[in-house]
Every structure is written in structure tokens, then in C-alpha cells.
């Protein structure tokens, strides 16, 4: 689901230009305390079957399904796939029950029928956690006649016919459809099925609505008038953005209540969350939700294979051990949307294995009871088998991960009016992302409202991507970390303005970088470049592998800072940019300056922080160069000043990531390796060859066996002291090394 609607909603209430759209944990258990600031009892207990499905399934029913598909082939697929959990259609846009509650439109093809109750009895019978599915975004005339105040309306004025489905209207997602007639939907469908939840898709409204209920809500509480001024089409700022937050999460406070009345072991699930570009403060949703659905089904457009991983570690960092659901479609998940599509087997099972290897539980969803292409039936199969056979290393405790890479939802949110053109909401930190994949290091996301000493207890180091937007209390919890022995890395205008996007006259964390902002910069910048200074700092652990590299391409965009401490000579300093045409005009005018371009500091007594006042992850991103992703990775490994908890040798690009389970641990290596890695569908896997695995066991652990989950195999191994040695012979798309301690 994440939308068209809903991007574009979030690209102008952020003001930012296109970007790609993408998403500690800690110790939070799956019953957890609350986030600081919110009340202890206001958070209901998870559902007691939350953590025990592993294989999702979902069936989304079309309104003409009902009497022509065969509820019989669905059992028999979910028993063939040992599915253990099933999302069922039940009500909101169309009902496939017969329903009591006025408006609430019937399947024109139920007749009789009860086709969500026959299906809920047959998946019980399964021993399946059964919940249901619906959908309020959008009703019919006949609703909208009696209640035309649960339209949703355009700033100017007019009622929204729907997009997609013309005889359809768009509901108002902030007013009384939702708090009153939904409400009346849930209840139902809870009283009639007791089912163990309810997920609800399209939840959170089409984008700004103007309706009467919208605007005297607003006023009420802000005391401003919608549309805002000075802004006709967007609603943007910081006042609707609170309001609206603040408005769905009573929404789902109250369906919840709903439901839990009737059945106390059940809950909602709103169809919500992601990473920097989402709506809703992943603390708050990580607070309430007991567990989520990871709702990015396929790659689209330039979107990497690794984002479905990308996605299990926003969730799990808001969620900690709560259970994290990755929605996966077998189809295409382009803009123009061929929901009845199928995509080669191998592209939708290298996205599964990469949220698999992430921590996240497979759900498929198909649309429709009638099968148009039967080609996922297998594939599916085969991948689930493989987790129900797998299940006891699939069963995480935690990650071994010892980086955290910073999301930050109040910088998109909040960012300056020009950062846009600086920085796409995330390409700095889909930079770092590729950096470190291709380094191969394990890393986690981490929250940047959830910098506590609790939730950064697992890591040794944090990677701060031009994280623009902190507050003085987010500053406070990073200097406590680097006083902790934490290592810091942060790129360009980390820490320039506070938390709601107000410049700050020098860097929040100057006393970090050991800097001071001169609140200036260059950019775009062409044709700048970087001396690498191989003759002050020989053998410089920042420069290893540039060895050869006399000069290398500088970023796009810089910041101008003086040093405030005494610095060690810079490894890398400024070449200006110079004209680069005519070719005969193509010569340095300052062939050498003596400006430093990264800042590296050893505190005493406490960590290590790097700072680069350029715009390094984001120009990695757009440009892919090779020198800067060994800078990156150089970066880590000097901040982190310890020994790699996994290092993997071998050819090729691997997504790696190390887990801990009750007596086993596990290395997970995805094979990216293949010509479609940067632009899908993958035509077919390419194996990479032998791979040598090094693994650190913590805490005086012994091996007692290794085994190759995918290959099947029992592989020879070596331990000395804290060192597990293993070669895997080859990976084609997933290999899991098992430890049994
Ligand atoms: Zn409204």
C-alpha cells in the first residue's frame, strides 16, 4: 500500500523534491515498557498468539470472488505451505459477510453467503491465528447522500470522487467514517468471528482533507484555519503534521479498545510505519503496536533488493523483539499497478530471502480467490517449506549487529525549505546502506527519538547520514554514547538545526566534531576533487585501499567549518572546483589547499568520531563510487576500534547479518550478485563462489555444530578461542550458517 497518495502527501507536507522512497532495537520485549513520556497503562498487552506465526498468508478478496472461487484450493494451498497465520477479507469497502451495519456495502455477489465466516471456520480448522481485513478508504453514493460529511474534500471545496474507482467516493480518514462507522464495522466483525485481529488497510485518510469535521478539528486544537495559509495544496507544517498524528493514533486507540472489549486477546493492526519518510513517529507506533506489517510488497523502479531488509530494521527498530511481518506480492509493484500480475520466481525470492535474513516473517498476499496465473503457486511453496523446515533458526532472539545507522523521521519532516535540493529525504542514508552492504558489515537501524543508553546498549558504533534535524536532548544522548566508548561517524549538516527544523548557530554536536559551522557551503559543486595526502599520513587506516589514489572525486555538496581543537594533519583535503569546459580550460587552479575535508578525533578516555563536512553518503549514492564507498567503509572500521564481529571473504555483493537465537546463532548470507541487483526483476540467481566465514562467538561460546541450512550440508569447521572458521562452498541466493552452541 504505501501509495501514491500517501508519497505525495508526504513529498509536500516535507517539501522535498523526488526522492526514493524506502525504513535498536533494543531490548524491548515484546510486552514492552513505553517510550519516555508516555503513560505506563496506556498500552494494552500483545495479544497472547502475536509471536507464534512464522508463514503468513493473505487472501484479499475482489467483490465478484464470492460464489465463483473455491475456498477448498485456498486450505489446501495454506496446509501445502504450512502457512500458520492467515489475513482474511472481511469488511469496509466491500462487505463479504452479511452485515447489519447501515452503509456497509455487501458484496453485490453474496447472495446467502457467508464467505469470510466459511473461510475463518476453515482456517481455524487449520489451527491457523485467523484476522481479519478491511479497508474504510473509500464507500458508495448511497453513503454519501446520508452522510455527506464522510467525504473527504478538496482545499477547494469539492467532494473526491474516487481515483481509481469512479463510482466510488474517498472517505475522510480524520473524521466520522472512521471514529464512528468503522468503529461499528469492527465491532461487528469481532462480535460475529472473534477473530484474533483486525488489519486495517488505507486507514489514515488520501491525503489532506478539508472536510467541515477536518477544518473545525484543526482549529479547535491548533487554533488555525485549513487549508494553512501560504499553502493551497498541501497542508503542510509542523502544526497539521501533529494534529493529524495525534488525531490517528486516538483513532487507533479507540477501534483498539473496540476489539479488545469483545475479545480481550485481540488487536488492532493498522496498515502503518516504515522508515524517514513515513507519517506517523515510529515511537509512538513501536509504543503501541505489538507487532506490524512491513507493507512493501516488491521492488519498484531503481529500488535495490536489499530495501525489503532495509524495511525489517526501521520496524524493528521502533518494535525491538516485537515479531515484524514482511508483506511480500507476487507480483509487479510498479505505478501502474498490475495487481493481478507475476513476476519472475527469482526476483520475489531474493526480496523474501533479504527480509528473511533481516528478521522478518514472510507474509504473501494475493489479490483475489480466483487464480488469473498460477505461476507463484510453486515458488511460494518451496520458499515457505524451507522456513517451516528452518523455523528454530528462524526464531531470532536478537541481532549480533555491533553499527547502528541513524534514521531520522523529524529531519524529512521538518528539514529546511532548501534542504531538498541538498539531500532527497534519504539519499545519504541509502548511501551509507549500499556502503555498508558492500563492506559487509552487519548493522542495525536505529531510531533517532530512541538514542537512550538502553536502546544503544548493543552498539559499538552510530552512523549519523546528514541527520539535520536534533534536539539538544538528542545531542546530550550521542556525547553520553561517545563518553560511553561509542564511535560517531556524521556527514554535512548533521546537527545544524534543532528539532523542528530551526537553524541552530553552529552545530549541535561542535563540541563532538571538534568544529564550529561557518553557515555557509558550495554547491552543486562540479568538478571538485579530494588530495588524498598519503605524504602526512602514511599508512592512514581512513586511506586503506586508496593507496595507489593520488586524488580522488570529491561530493556535490559541502559545508564550510573551522577547527575548534588541535587536529592531527587531514587525510583528505580540498582541490576547488575549476571549470570543466572548454576541454582547454580543464586545469586545477589550486592544484592544493591546505583546507581538511574530514575531521577524525580519538577522545580520551571515550570514543571515536568522525566527521565529513561534505556530503559524501548522498554523492556515494548517486554516483557509486568506488574510492568513497572505501572511505565509508574505512570510516566504520576506525570508529568501531574493535574487531569485526563477522568478516566474509569471498567475491561478490552479500547482505550479511548475524542473529542470535536461544542455543544457536546464525549467519545469513544474500547473494545481490547479478546484473539486476540496481534495477529489478531479476532475470535468474547467479551463484558466487566459495566464501570463507570468520565468526567472533561472544561471551566464551563453543561451536558444537555447523550446518548450511539452504545447501543442506554439515560443513567441516574450526574453532580457536573466539574464532569460528567456516567456507561455504558456494551461495546462489540465500545460505544460512547455523552454529549450534
Ligand atoms: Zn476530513
Keep these: 500500500m504505501p501509495d501514491l497518495t500517501r508519497r505525495s502527501f508526504l513529498a509536500t507536507s516535507a517539501a522535498a523534491g523526488a526522492a526514493v522512497?524506502?525504513?535498536?532495537?533494543?531490548?524491548?520485549?515484546?510486552?514492552?515498557?513505553?517510550?519516555?513520556?508516555?503513560?505506563?497503562?496506556?498500552?494494552?498487552?500483545?495479544?497472547?498468539?502475536?509471536?507464534?506465526?512464522?508463514?503468513?498468508?493473505?487472501?484479499?478478496?475482489?467483490?465478484?470472488?464470492?460464489?465463483?472461487?473455491?475456498?477448498?484450493?485456498?486450505?489446501?494451498?495454506?496446509?501445502?505451505?504450512?502457512?500458520?497465520?492467515?489475513?482474511?477479507?472481511a469488511g469496509g469497502c466491500v462487505a463479504y459477510y452479511p452485515t447489519a451495519v447501515p452503509y456497509h456495502h455487501r458484496s453485490a455477489w453474496l447472495g446467502n453467503s457467508d464467505v469470510f465466516g466459511d473461510l475463518v471456520a476453515g482456517c481455524r480448522k487449520l489451527g491457523m491465528v485467523v484476522i481479519a481485513r478491511t479497508d474504510p478508504h473509500a464507500t458508495y453514493d448511497d453513503a454519501q447522500a446520508a452522510h455527506p460529511d464522510w467525504i473527504a474534500v478538496?482545499?477547494?471545496?469539492?467532494?473526491?470522487?474516487?481515483?481509481?474507482?469512479?463510482?466510488?467516493?474517498?472517505?475522510?480518514?480524520?473524521?466520522?467514517?472512521?471514529?464512528?462507522?468503522?468503529?461499528?464495522?469492527?465491532?461487528?466483525?469481532?462480535?460475529?468471528?472473534?477473530?484474533?485481529?483486525?488489519?486495517?488497510?488505507?486507514?489514515?485518510?488520501?491525503?489532506?482533507?478539508?472536510?467541515?469535521?477536518?477544518?473545525?478539528?484543526?482549529?479547535?486544537?491548533?487554533?488555525?484555519e485549513l487549508p494553512l495559509a501560504g499553502d493551497p495544496l498541501g497542508t503542510a507544517g509542523p502544526a497539521y503534521r501533529q494534529w493529524r498524528e495525534d488525531r490517528l493514533f486516538a483513532l487507533w486507540r479507540r477501534w483498539d479498545a473496540t476489539v479488545r472489549a469483545v475479545n480481550p486477546d485481540s488487536c488492532i493492526i493498522p496498515n502503518t510505519g516504515g522508515g524517514a519518510t513515513s507519517s506517523l513517529d515510529m515511537r509512538r507506533v513501536g509504543d503501541l503496536a505489538p507487532t506490524l506489517m512491513a507493507d512493501r510488497q516488491a521492488r519498484r523502479g531503481l529500488l535495490p533488493p536489499w530495501a525489503n531488509g532495509k524495511s525489517a530494521k526501521e520496524y524493528r527498530a521502533a518494535l525491538g523483539r516485537k515479531p515484524v511481518v514482511g508483506i511480500f506480492s507476487v507480483g509487479f509493484e510498479e505505478v501502474y499497478r498490475w495487481k493481478d500480475s507475476v513476476q519472475n520466481p527469482a526476483e520475489f525470492r531474493l526480496w523474501v530471502a533479504d527480509g528473511l535474513a533481516n528478521g522478518m516473517r514472510p507474509w504473501f498476499t494475493k489479490f483475489a480467490g480466483s487464480i488469473n496465473d498460477p505461476r507463484w503457486l510453486k515458488p511460494v511453496e518451496e520458499i515457505y517449506a524451507w522456513c517451516h523446515g528452518a523455523e528454530r533458526y528462524l526464531r531470532n532472539e536478537r541481532p549480533l549487529a555491533r553499527v547502528g545507522l541513524v534514521y531520522s523521521q523529524q529531519t524529512a519532516w521538518y528539514q529546511p525549505a532548501d534542504h531538498g535540493a541538498r539531500d532527497s529525504l534519504e539519499g545519504a542514508e541509502l548511501g551509507w546502506y549500499q556502503a555498508l552492504i558492500e563492506a559487509r558489515v552487519p548493522f542495525e537501524m536505529v531510531h533517532d527519538r530512541l538514542l537512550d543508553a538502553a536502546h544503544l546498549a548493543p552498539f559499538r558504533t552510530l552512523i549519523l547520514p546528514n541527520i539535520v534535524a536534533l534536539s539538544d536532548a538528542q545531542c546530550d544522548q550521542l556525547r553520553q554514547f561517545v563518553a560511553r566508548g561509542g564511535g560517531l561517524v556524521a556527514t554535512y549538516e548533521t546537527s545544524l538545526h534543532d528539532e523542528t527544523g530551526n537553524p541552530r548557530s553552529d552545530f549541535g554536536l561542535a563540541d563532538l566534531f571538534g568544529v564550529s559551522s561557518q553557515r555557509r557551503g558550495e554547491g552543486p559543486m562540479r568538478n571538485a576533487y579530494l588530495s588524498v595526502e598519503h605524504a602526512s599520513c602514511p599508512g592512514h587506516p581512513l586511506l586503506a585501499g586508496l593507496e595507489d589514489a593520488p586524488r580522488i572525486i570529491h561530493g556535490v555538496w559541502r559545508t564550510e567549518v573551522v577547527p575548534a581543537v588541535r587536529f592531527d594533519p587531514p587525510p583528505l583535503t580540498l582541490v576547488p572546483s575549476y571549470p570543466d569546459l572548454p576541454m582547454e580550460k580543464v586545469y586545477p587552479r589550486q592544484p592544493r589547499t591546505n583546507v581538511p575535508q574530514v575531521f577524525l578525533r580519538d577522545l580520551p578516555a571515550a570514543g571515536r568520531v568522525i566527521y565529513f563536512p561534505w556530503d559524501i553518503d548522498r554523492t556515494f549514492w548517486e554516483v557509486l563510487s568506488v574510492d568513497h564507498g572505501k572511505l565509508l567503509r574505512n570510516a566504520v572500521a576506525w570508529a568501531t576500534n574493535e574487531p569485526p564481529i563477522v568478516m566474509v571473504e569471498g567475491p561478490g555483493v552479500l547482505d550479511v547479518a548475524l542473529w542470535r537465537q536461544r542455543s544457536s546463532l546464525t549467519v545469513h548470507l544474500v547473494n545481490l550478485t547479478n546484473p539486476m541487483m540496481m534495477k529489478g526483476p531479476v532475470r535468474e540467481i547467479l551463484p558466487v563462489g566459495a566464501q570463507r566465514v570468520h565468526v567472533r562467538l561472544p561471551d566464551g561460546l563453543t561451536a558444537r555444530g555447523v550446518h548450511l541450512l539452504v545447501a543442506a550440508t554439515t560443513p567441516k569447521f574450526q574453532q580457536q578461542g573466539q574464532w569460528l572458521d567456516v567456507t561455504v562452498p558456494s551461495v546462489a541466493m540465500h545460505e544460512v550458517v547455523a552454529i549450534d552452541l
Excluded at 470522487?161 to 469481532?190: D, K, Q
Excluded at 488520501?206 to 488555525?224: D, I, L, V
Design 154 to 224: 478538496t482545499a477547494d471545496g469539492k467532494p473526491r470522487r474516487h481515483w481509481a474507482s469512479p463510482e466510488m467516493w474517498v472517505t475522510c480518514g480524520l473524521g466520522p467514517y472512521n471514529f464512528e462507522f468503522m468503529t461499528a464495522v469492527h465491532e461487528e466483525i469481532m462480535s460475529r468471528y472473534r477473530v484474533d485481529g483486525i488489519f486495517i488497510n488505507r486507514w489514515d485518510g488520501s491525503g489532506p482533507c478539508y472536510c467541515e469535521h477536518c477544518r473545525a478539528n484543526f482549529k479547535a486544537a491548533t487554533g488555525q
Design 21 to 89: 522512497a524506502l525504513g535498536e532495537y533494543a531490548l524491548r520485549p515484546a510486552r514492552a515498557a513505553p517510550s519516555p513520556g508516555a503513560p505506563a497503562d496506556s498500552i494494552p498487552p500483545a495479544p497472547s498468539w502475536v509471536d507464534r506465526p512464522m508463514r503468513w498468508a493473505q487472501l484479499t478478496l475482489a467483490e465478484n470472488d464470492p460464489g465463483t472461487f473455491d475456498p477448498q484450493f485456498w486450505f489446501d494451498y495454506f496446509r501445502r505451505v504450512h502457512a500458520d497465520a492467515v489475513c482474511l477479507s
